[in-house]
Nanobody, 124 residues
Framework: VQLQASGGGLVQAGGSLRLSCVVS????????VGWFRQAPGKEREFVAA???????YLADSVKGRFTISRDNGKNTVYLIMNSLRPEDTAVYYC???????????????????WGQGTLVTVSS
């Protein structure tokens, strides 16, 4: 399974970005796909995930601002980020795994396949 993340960039506070994660190999509909982020000097943290079906999960820090969705026809998961804040600045990674159980969906160690990351910078 290979993942390709894209869509990062520089945006002003209050702006929006859409990240894309294309998943190739494996059976896409069976994959749980998550987004994580890592800021300099900080641990990787959970942002959002979409379970094997369409159930979605968001970190409390992004609820009401971010949306995650999947397009099974395009083998792609999107992270739509609105009302961006400087504290959202980080490298964003997408990850996938077909064997995740719901209780571990927020744990980055549960994901066996990772993309290369895309940098999001939010200026104040």
């Amino acid at each position: 399974v290979q993942l390709q993340a894209s869509g990062g960039g520089l945006v002003q506070a209050g702006g929006s970005l859409r990240l894309s994660c294309v998943v190739s190999g494996g059976t896409f509909s069976r994959q749980t796909v998550g987004w994580f982020r890592q800021a300099p000097g900080k641990e990787r943290e959970f942002v959002a995930a979409v379970f094997r079906g369409t159930n979605t999960y968001l970190a409390d820090s992004v609820k009401g601002r971010f949306t995650i969705s999947r397009d099974n026809g395009k083998n792609t998961v999107y992270l739509i980020m609105n009302s961006l804040r400087p504290e959202d600045t980080a490298v964003y990674y997408c990850a996938a795994d077909p064997s995740i159980i719901l209780s571990s969906i927020r744990e980055f160690r549960s994901y066996g396949h990772w993309g290369q990351g895309t940098l999001v910078t939010v200026s104040s």
